[in-house]
């Protein structure tokens, strides 16, 4: 299987750790030096999104996601994906369309988020 094809699938398992809050499996997923931007501009580390997850802060009840477009950039891959989300932040709901990149970095145990970017998608 190409990088690609790998971290198209590392895709799939991250939306599903994200959908079920299994931080044990975002661990895995996410590099420890991730820096990640959150839709409001925050700038927060794995550590902050796991204990976001293992709070319970961050529940999501629906995430619909097309297939991410890839590309290599030198030894990573950077992934883009729009979704459509439901679920509630800090006890407030939310609902929305939402474009998330993610910079993918092999390293022992396989492809892993380093770095990521979240915006809100105006409604047209």
Known sequence: M????????????LRAAMLA????ALD??????????TPDGTL??????????????????RMDCGESTCR????AVL????????GSFAGNPFAGRFVYSRLWLYSEGG?????????AIAAS
């Open 2 to 13: 190409n990088a690609i094809a790998q971290v198209r699938q590392r895709e799939r398992a």
């Open 21 to 24: 809050s299994d931080v044990a």
């Open 28 to 37: 895995r997923l996410i590099e420890d030096d991730l820096l990640f931007v």
């Open 44 to 61: 927060i580390t794995k550590a902050q999104d796991l204990a976001t997850h293992e709070a319970g802060s961050l529940r999501l009840d």
């Open 72 to 75: 290599m950039i030198g030894a």
């Open 79 to 86: 992934s883009v994906t729009a979704a459509e989300l439901a």
């Open 111 to 119: 492809w892993r988020v380093g770095a990521g970017h979240a915006s």
